[in-house]
């Protein structure tokens, strides 16, 4: 990163105004725009079904451990009707390792059940279906919109809310509230990819605990430059190359 003259990070007008917020955060988005060039989601899916499936397992385990489970659980069960007729402990044994199996695959089941009765076996590309699926929220169907469908939407997940209060884009905590916020600061089209910037550089550098401001993209337009390193020697051991290994 090119060296910033510290006057100039972490400066934010301390009465600034709407237009000044969105024309501040839109430059954060560029700026994780070029630093991100690959930013998608990190879960691996060749489909709808396969996308919304492998979302509900990521809650609570890494991206990584269920990119490793799904070649053998969707060899066994490729689509809703399959799945909702699985045995439950040859299910239980293929999504042991990600923890917690017994209440994933009851919600699996669930949720291949209903799509099967619902909506044929297909994954509904629209929120107000998505949300009326068990163990489906707002966060994984607008995962599933705008990464299977390409319907925009905004992920708010923890490193979502975490960012854009630190940005002091918001000060809402509650998810559906920061989603509604955030998104009247950009342009619809925007919505999904502006989730994998905020959430890549959640996962790489700006950390809930020690944020790597020294070595950070976007610390001049960061009202919160200071919580993490400012020497860059020492931030720069903070990055990460990978996202949740």
């Not at 949720?111 to 509904?124: D, K, M, R």
């Not at 929220?137 to 905004?154: C, D, E, H, M, S």
């Not at 430059?225 to 190359?241: C, H, Q, R, S």
Request: aromatic residues 6%; positive net charge; hydrophobic residues 40%.
């Amino acid at each position: 990163m090119a060296s910033v003259p510290r006057r100039t990070l972490g400066r934010v007008p301390a009465a600034e105004t709407r237009t000044g917020l969105v024309r501040r955060a839109r430059k954060i988005d560029r700026v994780l725009t070029e630093t991100y060039p690959d930013a998608r989601c990190e879960l691996d899916f060749a489909n709808p079904f396969e996308l919304l499936v492998v979302t509900v397992l990521s809650a609570q385990t890494t991206d990584k451990r269920v990119n490793a489970v799904r070649p053998t659980l969707f060899a066994a069960y490729p689509d809703a009707k399959a799945m909702a007729a699985a045995d439950r402990a040859t299910l239980e044994g293929i999504v042991g390792p990600l923890g917690f199996f017994r209440a994933k695959t009851e919600s699996l089941l669930k949720l291949s059940a209903a799509l099967v009765e619902h909506h044929g076996g297909e994954v509904p590309p629209r929120l107000d279906d998505l949300v009326k699926l068990p163990g489906v929220g707002r966060k994984t169907a607008n995962v599933v919109l705008g990464n299977a469908f390409g319907i925009p939407g905004i992920t708010v997940d923890t490193h979502f809310g975490r960012l854009v209060r630190r940005f002091g884009w918001t000060e809402e905590t509650d998810p559906v509230k920061v989603e509604h916020a955030i998104g009247e600061l950009f342009p619809k089209k925007d919505w999904t990819m502006l989730s994998h910037h905020l959430i890549w550089h959640g996962r790489r550098r700006c950390h809930a605990r020690n944020p790597a401001c020294g070595a950070c993209p976007i610390a001049t337009w960061c009202p919160a430059y200071g919580e993490g390193p400012t020497d860059p020697v020492a931030a720069a051991k903070l990055v990460k190359t990978e996202g949740r290994a």
